[in-house]
T-cell receptor
Framework: DTGVSQDPRHKITKRGQNVTFRCDPISEHNRLYWYRQTLGQGPEFLTYFQNEAQLEKSRLLSDRFSAERPKGSFSTLEIQRTEQGDSAMYLC?????????????FGPGTRLTVL | AQTVTQSQPEMSVQEAETVTLSCTYDTSESDYYLFWYKQPPSRQMILVIRQEAYKQQNATENRFSVNFQKAAKSFSLKISDSQLGDAAMYFCAYRRRETSGSRLTFGEGTQLTVNP
């Protein structure tokens, strides 16, 4: 399968713990995006990278959140000191900038439950 | 800031019939893209159809077509000959032209049920 992959698919953690999610984009895609989707809502943008550079961050991305994309390949999203309000689906998408539409392809998501 | 609104939380349609999902948006930009994404249960989101704002012609993709009304900031999705596999959550989304950024802004979604 050459699509966007995310790991883990599900994560249950206790409040106050740190969690880290991984996203592997489609090979050769130079842009990578993170979105958060709460139950019954549309995804909300968190941040995106072009290669290894983080170009934009949403105000939703509090100080407890950090994202990296070392070497411009896979990306990690870490949440420190998790809160119950962090419970959501975290979606990753990738695209190839410079194509006509720069279409974003989504991964299956990581569902986080904070107890 | 751009906003996208889907006023129909749920819709249902009989198999083989036609259904229209509504979407309105607000932006001060003149050049942008609009999209409809489909998110089946427990599966990843996929692009259904896209529309470029500078194109007056409505986009079509097989059984899917849009009615793009730029002045009214309306962007509806019509699904013809509905199939059981069309059952999913549908999201309308907006994106500015590439030089202005890359983020997608989504609506709240419409849950589509297809009845056999």
């Amino acid at each position: 399968d050459t699509g966007v992959s995310q790991d883990p698919r599900h994560k249950i953690t206790k409040r106050g713990q740190n969690v880290t999610f991984r996203c592997d984009p489609i090979s050769e895609h130079n842009r990578l995006y993170w979105y958060r989707q709460t139950l019954g809502q549309g995804p909300e943008f968190l941040t995106y990278f072009q290669n290894e550079a983080q170009l934009e961050k949403s105000r939703l991305l509090s100080d407890r959140f950090s994202a990296e994309r070392p070497k411009g390949s896979f990306s990690t999203l870490e949440i420190q000191r998790t809160e119950q309000g962090d419970s959501a689906m975290y979606l990753c998408a990738s695209s190839f900038f410079r194509t006509q539409y720069n279409e974003q392809f989504f991964g299956p998501g990581t569902r986080l439950t904070v107890l | 800031a751009q906003t996208v609104t889907q006023s129909q939380p749920e819709m249902s349609v009989q198999e083989a019939e036609t259904v229209t999902l509504s979407c309105t948006y607000d932006t001060s930009e003149s050049d942008y893209y609009l999209f409809w994404y489909k998110q089946p249960p427990s599966r990843q989101m996929i692009l259904v159809i896209r529309q470029e704002a500078y194109k007056q012609q409505n986009a079509t993709e097989n059984r899917f077509s849009v009615n793009f009304q730029k002045a009214a900031k309306s962007f509806s999705l019509k699904i013809s000959d509905s199939q059981l596999g069309d059952a999913a959550m549908y999201f309308c989304a907006y994106r500015r032209r590439e030089t202005s950024g890359s983020r997608l802004t989504f609506g709240e979604g419409t849950q589509l049920t297809v009845n056999p």
